[in-house]
T-cell receptor, first 117, second 114 residues
Framework: AQTVTQSQPEMSVQEAETVTLSCTYD???????LFWYKQPPSRQMILVIR????KQQNATENRFSVNFQKAAKSFSLKISDSQLGDAAMYFC??????????????WGLGTSLAVNP | DTEVTQTPKHLVMGMTNKKSLKCEQH?????MYWYKQKAKKPPELMFV???????INESVPSRFSPECPNSSLLNLHLHALQPEDSALYLC?????????????FGPGTRLTVT
């Protein structure tokens, strides 16, 4: 069974600095998708970034980028120029691309990010 | 428009009450999901509807009853709930159930069972 591990329950960063959130996963599959979701205290879950396993290029969305290391099964999220609005719980998630499997999202336990002014 | 709406935002109900949660999307998505989320935990999948048919039930107790009246609307009927059912209930949708398409979440309904 696939698992997702986020080893940092809490992190903090100074405004305008860069922070990296770690995520590792375990799978024997070759076709899968990885996601980072953000959930602010207002509670709406928002997709930050996604990565297809078959793509070697790391995904980037404005200030958010990932370091996808397929062999190491690592999928870290880098937030550059951190803003107060980035304070949230960040969840890493895995989803199998195999049509025969239950393709539900497998979630990590989350990293709570605080941004200090 | 990538919006999923949920009503009500908050709901307090007694253990003998019957209530319903509503979720709506107008993005033409054909897969819709119900999740339960406890504080500081990731969401737990409850149900998946694919093309208006229930495709996944994650062994959810029968006091939760989902319904998909049409492709835009998803309901969760609640009856005889327990205090441990108090949680944030999230609805999500995706273009179809394949993994290629990401899920868009609604703001959730905060449910308190007294």
């Amino acid at each position: 069974a696939q698992t997702v591990t986020q080893s940092q329950p809490e992190m903090s960063v100074q405004e305008a600095e860069t922070v990296t959130l770690s995520c590792t996963y375990d799978t024997s599959e070759s076709d899968y998708y990885l996601f980072w979701y953000k959930q602010p205290p207002s509670r709406q879950m928002i997709l930050v970034i996604r990565q297809e396993a078959y793509k070697q290029q790391n995904a980037t969305e404005n200030r958010f980028s990932v370091n996808f290391q397929k062999a190491a099964k690592s999928f870290s999220l880098k937030i550059s120029d951190s803003q107060l609005g980035d304070a949230a719980m960040y969840f890493c998630a895995y989803r199998s691309g195999n049509a025969g499997n239950n393709r539900k999202l497998i979630w990590g336990l989350g990293t709570s990010l605080a941004v200090n002014p | 428009d990538t919006e999923v709406t949920q009503t009500p935002k908050h709901l307090v109900m007694g253990m003998t009450n019957k209530k319903s949660l509503k979720c709506e999307q107008h993005m033409g998505h054909r897969a819709m999901y119900w999740y339960k989320q406890k504080a500081k935990k990731p969401p737990e999948l409850m149900f998946v509807y694919s093309y208006e048919k229930l495709s996944i039930n994650e062994s959810v107790p029968s006091r939760f009853s989902p319904e998909c009246p049409n492709s835009s609307l998803l309901n969760l009927h609640l009856h005889a709930l327990q205090p441990e059912d108090s949680a944030l209930y999230l609805c999500a949708s995706s273009q179809d159930p394949s993994s290629f398409y990401e899920q868009y979440f609604g703001p959730g309904t905060r449910l308190t069972v007294t």
